[in-house]
């Protein structure tokens, strides 16, 4: 805008020059006449016409200049205006991709190997199971630490069948040695093994019914037929983490 404005006045002052000097041509031009007239007294009153009209010019000479002026005092305005410029390279920076966190995996093929476990049975009703599977823990911690043996992984439940009431079920640890003194529906045995497809569940164990939701989905659109049996391994130790941030893996045997 300050360069548009700079060339409209440049174009004004040709303009200006031609109105300002028309005066003078039109002052110059009566000044004949007293020379061809035989009287002197008409001479003097044209004469003051001229100067009169003549002295407007000199006063309005300086007007091109005056209207120059602001020329220079424009002129570090595109060097202000240019300063902001170095202010571009910030977007770039903002520009860095941020970091992408990695998804769960839902469905990822994995193999599972047997482990010596110490394991105890247990039935449920579903509107107590989780109270039930924490029973199940516990019981089996407190054999543990009264032998002071240390877990050897997590805490698992494999599904053995289930029902619209409930469920049947091994709660199991496993160890590296042999827990003795076993209570009653104790045994040592060996975890689940074989291929299997894994899940994951964030969340508490009541919002578990959208995983497996989730999960059955997941199998139709394979065309996949999973096995009766299904495990549940607690990342997260569900005797002391809040029942909201429990991290549970799904393993699903297909047949």
Do not use: C
Request: hydrophobic letters at 40%; proline letters at 13%; zero cysteines.
């Amino acid at each position: 805008m300050i360069r548009f404005r700079r060339l409209a006045l440049a174009a004004l002052i040709p303009a200006a020059a031609l109105s300002l000097g028309l005066p003078e041509v039109l002052a110059q031009a009566p000044s004949p006449a007293p020379a061809a007239s035989a009287s002197p007294s008409p001479a003097p009153p044209a004469a003051p016409s001229p100067a009169a009209s003549a002295s407007p010019a000199p006063a309005a000479a300086p007007s091109p200049a005056a209207s120059a002026s602001p020329a220079p005092a424009a002129t570090p305005s595109p060097a202000a205006s240019a300063s902001p410029s170095p202010a571009t390279p910030p977007p770039a920076a903002a520009t860095t991709p941020a970091p992408v966190q990695t998804a769960d995996p839902f469905g990822l093929e994995t193999t599972l190997e047997a482990r010596k476990v110490v394991m105890v049975k247990g039935t449920a009703n579903w509107d107590s199971a989780f109270d039930t599977l924490i029973d199940a823990f516990k019981a089996l911690n407190t054999l543990l630490d009264k032998q002071g043996i240390k877990p050897a992984g997590n805490a698992m439940i494999v599904y053995t069948s289930t029902d619209d009431t409930g469920f049947t079920f091994l709660a199991e640890i496993p160890v590296e040695q042999d827990p003795k003194n076993l209570a009653k529906d104790m045994s040592i045995g060996k975890s689940p093994e074989g291929k299997v497809l894994k899940f994951v569940h964030r969340g508490s164990y009541d919002n578990m019914d959208n995983t497996y939701e989730a999960i059955t989905n997941h199998l139709d659109d394979k065309r996949l037929e999973a096995k009766d049996t299904f495990i549940e391994e607690y990342l997260t130790d569900p005797l002391k983490t809040a029942e909201d941030k429990l991290v549970i893996n799904v393993f699903v045997p297909l047949k």
